[in-house]
């Protein structure tokens, strides 16, 4: 979590969500923050972001055997990439009240509809990984 929380912090003008892959081995495979500002992307999420690069680094889409560690509940966009990307953990930090969708707004990580479910761990470095969060929307707040 230290490893995404670092990468949440360099984020810059986009919400500071920072994200790893870490492979079977637990070596990082694939990393990533939010770039939806600054790409001018709606899919840039930290998420997305980092298993695209995981994809990449590994060679193919299936990340079998793979942790994904987030500083932020993910979202149902990114709960779904969870999914098709056949990740077998989420790790996340602070829950999101408003979009998540790993047990607090929705499931989509443990829908028994669906054809793969993670193991899903949250509330890791809540605390840290909130601070950041709220520290972010304050400033913002600030300069609207």
Do not use: Y
């Not at 077998?88 to 707004?105: T, Y």
């Amino acid at each position: 979590m230290g490893a995404a929380l670092a990468l949440a912090a360099d984020a810059g003008d986009d919400v500071p969500i920072g994200a790893v892959v870490l492979g079977p081995d637990g070596g990082v495979v694939g990393q990533g923050m939010n770039r939806r500002e600054a790409d001018g992307d709606p899919t840039g999420h930290a998420e997305i972001v980092a298993i695209r690069a995981a994809a990449a680094t590994i060679g193919g889409w299936r990340l079998e055997g793979c942790t994904l560690v987030v500083t932020l509940e993910p979202c149902t966009m990114c709960a779904g990439a969870i999914v098709l990307a056949r990740l077998d953990r989420v790790v996340f930090g602070a829950w999101d009240p408003k979009a998540g969708a790993a047990g607090s707004v929705r499931d989509v990580l443990r829908d028994t509809r669906l054809n793969h479910r993670p193991e899903v761990i949250g509330g890791v470095m809540e605390r840290e990984c909130g601070v950041l969060l709220e520290e972010f929307f304050a400033e913002h707040r600030e300069r609207s």
